[in-house]
């Protein structure tokens, strides 16, 4: 920065309310008697993991357009999406599975309750879970291959719901890292097309979210 | 002199409003006359009630005295019957854009839901400016559109375009009615969401055929709309517990500083946040929509905070141990650089919505509550601080502020030159109105000089477009805030980039009498623009140059009364001659071209890192 302006010695400034110029002020920042300060943390920026939260939202038109837009605009990526609806009258019930540290995913939920449609946002990442997933996968098979596929896919808990002569479909269901498990292995084969339906879970015990809703 | 609504010109009995101007010439009785003579058939038969006399029903229900509003073809049956309504005074705006500003003007300076209305389409994407606005800035704004009739939505038909999708994610709710019968709940529930909890703007999307339908649809108490809501329960009590943490650390403080956010003025919690400050013997600082939270000639209040504020101000911030920060967010432009932020102090942090904590900085003790509930709990757990025991940091505070205020007049010097100084331009505006207009800003150079330099000392005077930072915000917001607090003089702070970009609203100010006075701050560039450039961008002034009018000559073709001051001693004179016209005037003050802001937080820096003068770059 260069000299102070103020301090030139040329004419003064016009009458009425301006205070006098004065001379520069020491460049002293006042720094308190303790140690130097650690930079402030900078929130959602730690480490972060598969978080699921469960959303129960009024059954309108526009709301998961809502959820999801909300989800894209403040920046959170997710992974899978359910939705159905519930055995309440106008509440459907959403599944959203999400990668993040804990304060960011914690201020999707505050941003999710900002939605006037929504009505609970739960994050049961760290709860006593049942988890499910459905996977729809047509593997491709030949005359030598059908039997080792049948196999692996009954040792797996899996179904086959259709057969013919070049591929099979298979259902697949399970926990998303027992699915992904499952359709590891049918890669070896050659999945011809694959869908899955995203999580839903349900807490284990007699709690339910449901019955928890704001009131 | 302002238009009472619903008088007639030719009669002065109540009756229906036309928008031929009411100015008394023999021309417009004339007009005015041949029209009552051709509607009277129409209006003395019984006609049924459709969606847009229920949409009227409902604005008047909800207390609507004015509506800024453009016609266009669906939105025709409006138009049809706004006239059997003379309750709401309707403006005719010249832009939708303008018609959204001015709501929100009216919104922010009277405190009461601001509403606007445009047609499908275009109409309907030029109030997108306005209602990202409010959202941004949290303001209660109901914005009223009308769509295709409900056959022809998503066939691409002349003037749709989907705007609920577009305005999704810029409202706190938005609603598209295809049917008559759902127009009393869906008013009812805009308006309650608009204003209540953490106000926004709330849009209401009607097909033709819903604003055209018969119906017999009822209206809805207050009861019936907060039950069909069950998804928005704002909490408004502080939590106890949190409360007296934030007692605790108000109490251990040595360096306390509360920092007064728009959550103070919206929550009307000026004597509470004054009744704390003065208990505990903490200075208040505010952001830029917080000004007027506190009166500038209070004792503890500080001053304006952030990229821009006042140095002792950030100063303060850099070297507290405690910031108690009431209704406001940690924007990017208050704290710069966030791991530089406040590196001493412990945060509490009170807002009404929760998503805003923890968002942009982590805080110790957080408070989810109404600014007012919250100031009012703590002021009843913390004891009184006696002002001896504060002395030594109070007393060094002040003399930061003395050094800073002495050094900071005005940094570019232009004065010493004769040119004209924009901040001694704004100062000379707050005190010849006594401190006591409505001030609204535009974006830019003249924004900061006007939160710098006015002096405020009540809420609801200082109107500034923060969030959004929307240049051509002052004229119509001002024209909204001059029907919002009439009794208030109202003065628009712009700069001549902003004002070139919604001048079309002066020929509403005169064609309304509204009575809004017009301080053009023309440097002939886009200030802050060139003010980067220089600092930032080592002087490559590409668009900074703003080629104008003659604005004087501009004004009076709208029949505007106008002046012109380019020297320190005219600037008295050209103010008082504004503020003797009856109505809109304007005033055209030709500032110094290369005045900057300062100090200046640039870009990723820190508070602690303000520039104060440029000479260009450091060898």
Redesign the interface.
């Known amino acids: 920065m260069s000299g102070d302006p103020a301090n030139d010695g040329r004419a003064a400034p016009p009458p009425g309310s301006m205070p006098p110029p004065g001379p520069p002020p020491p460049h002293t920042e006042a720094a308190p008697a303790h140690v130097a300060p650690p930079a402030r943390v900078l929130p959602g920026t730690g480490e972060g993991h598969r978080h699921v939260l469960v959303v129960l939202v009024m059954d309108r038109p526009g709301v998961l357009n809502r959820v999801s837009s909300l989800m894209r605009a403040r920046n959170f990526n997710i992974d899978s999406l359910a939705v159905s609806r519930t055995d309440r009258d106008g509440i459907s019930r959403m599944t959203l599975t999400l990668h993040g540290d804990d304060v960011a995913v914690e201020q999707a939920t505050k941003q999710l309750y900002r939605l006037v449609d929504v009505l609970k946002v739960q994050d049961v990442t760290a709860d006593q879970l049942v988890e499910h997933e459905l996977a729809l996968a047509k593997v491709r098979v030949t005359e030598s291959t059908r039997a080792e596929i049948i196999k692996i896919i009954e040792l797996s808990h899996g179904r086959v719901l259709d057969i013919a002569s070049e591929s099979i479909v298979v259902e697949a269901t399970g926990t998303e890292a027992e699915v992904d498990a499952l359709v590891a292995l049918l890669r070896g084969f050659g999945i011809r097309e694959l869908v899955r339906t995203g999580a839903i879970v349900m807490l284990r015990g007699a709690g339910s979210i449901e019955e928890a809703l704001k009131r | 002199m302002t238009m009472t609504k619903g008088d007639d010109p030719t009669t002065g009995a109540p009756a229906r409003r036309s928008h031929v101007p009411a100015d008394g010439t023999a021309e417009a009785a004339r007009v005015e006359a041949a029209r009552r003579e051709m509607l009277r058939d129409v209006r003395t038969r019984k006609r049924t009630r459709i969606g847009a006399d229920v949409l009227m029903e409902a604005l008047i229900r909800q207390g609507v005295e004015v509506l800024f509003s453009y016609p266009g073809g669906v939105i025709l049956p409006i138009y049809d019957i706004l006239g059997d309504y003379p309750e709401i005074r309707h403006v005719l705006v010249r832009h939708e854009q303008g018609g959204g500003h001015a709501a929100d003007g009216y919104a922010r300076a009277s405190g009461r839901v601001g509403v606007c209305m445009g047609t499908s389409g275009p109409g309907a994407t030029n109030l997108v400016t306005a209602i990202a606005t409010a959202q941004l800035d949290s303001v209660p704004l109901v914005a009223i559109t009308g769509n295709v009739p409900g056959a022809l939505i998503g066939k691409d038909a002349f003037q749709e375009i989907d705007i ?2 577009i305005t ?2 810029m409202t ?2 938005n609603y ?1 009615v295809r049917e008559a019968d759902d127009i009393p709940r869906v008013v009812a529930e805009a308006f309650h ?1 608009a204003r209540s909890g953490r106000p926004g703007p709330v849009h209401i999307d009607l097909t033709k055929d819903a604003l055209a339908g018969e119906t017999h649809a009822e209206h809805p108490s207050l009861e019936q709309v907060v039950a069909g ?5 704002p909490t408004l009590e502080g939590h106890p517990r949190q409360l007296k943490l934030a007692a605790q650390e108000v109490a251990r403080a040595k ?1 306390p500083l509360i920092l007064a956010g728009h959550g103070i003025l919206i929550a009307e919690a000026c004597d509470e946040l004054r009744a704390f400050a003065e208990k505990a013997q903490i200075p208040v600082a505010w952001t830029l929509l917080g000004i007027g939270a506190m009166d500038e000639t209070h004792p503890l209040a500080y001053g304006y905070m952030g990229m821009h504020g006042w ?1 002792h101000v950030n ?1 303060a911030i ?2 507290a ?1 405690l910031l108690v920060a009431i209704g406001m967010r940690f924007d990017d432009r208050v704290t710069g650089n ?7 102090a412990r945060i509490v942090h009170a807002d009404i ?3 805003e904590i ?5 805080v110790e003790v957080p408070i989810v509550g109404d600014a007012r509930r919250v100031l009012a709990g703590l002021i009843r757990l913390i004891d009184p601080v006696e002002p001896v025991d504060r002395a030594a940091y109070l007393d ?1 505070l002040a003399e ?1 502020r003395r ?5 900071s ?1 005005h ?3 232009a ?4 040119l004209l100084s924009a901040d ?1 331009v704004v ?2 505006i707050g ?1 010849l109105t006594g401190h006591d207009a409505t001030y609204v800003a535009d974006v830019g150079q003249n924004q900061m000089w006007l939160a710098r330099y006015a002096g405020f000392r009540r809420p609801r005077s200082h109107l500034s477009s923060g969030g959004l930072g929307t240049m051509g915000y002052s004229v119509p917001a001002a024209m909204g805030a001059a029907l919002g607090r009439p009794d208030k003089e109202t003065w628009a702070i712009t700069g001549d980039g902003g004002f070139q970009m919604t001048s079309q609203e002066l020929m509403t100010l005169v064609a309304d009498h509204i009575p809004v006075k017009i301080a053009l701050m023309d440097n002939k560039k886009l200030g802050m623009i060139r003010q980067w450039q220089e600092i930032v961008y080592a002087g490559n002034y590409h668009s900074a140059h703003l080629p104008g009018p003659d604005f004087v000559k501009l004004a009076e073709a709208y029949g505007m009364p106008a002046f012109r001051a380019s020297t ?2 005219e ?2 004179g050209v103010i008082r001659a504004a503020q003797a016209v009856d109505g809109p005037a304007l005033v055209w003050f030709e500032i110094a071209e290369e005045q900057n802001v300062f100090p200046m937080m640039p870009a990723g820096k820190g508070l ?1 890192d303000l ?6 770059p ?1 060898e």
């Not at chain 2, 809501?229 to 329960?233: D, S």
């Not at chain 2, 050094?403 to 050094?407: F, I, K, P, Q």
């Not at chain 2, 004065?415 to 004769?418: S, V, Y």
Request: a negative charge; hydrophobic letters at 25%; glycine letters at 14%.
């Open positions: 609920t999708g999704l994610p706190k709710h598209l969401l809501l069950p998804g928005f329960r360096r140095k100063r850099q070297s141990d966030v791991r530089t932020y406040a590196p001493y919505d929760p998503a923890g968002k942009n900085v982590a060094e930061w050094e800073s205020e002495a050094s007049w940094g570019s010097g004065w010493r030159d004769g001694y100062q000379r005190e320190p001693g600037v008295d602690s520039i104060e003068t440029w000479g260009g450091e």
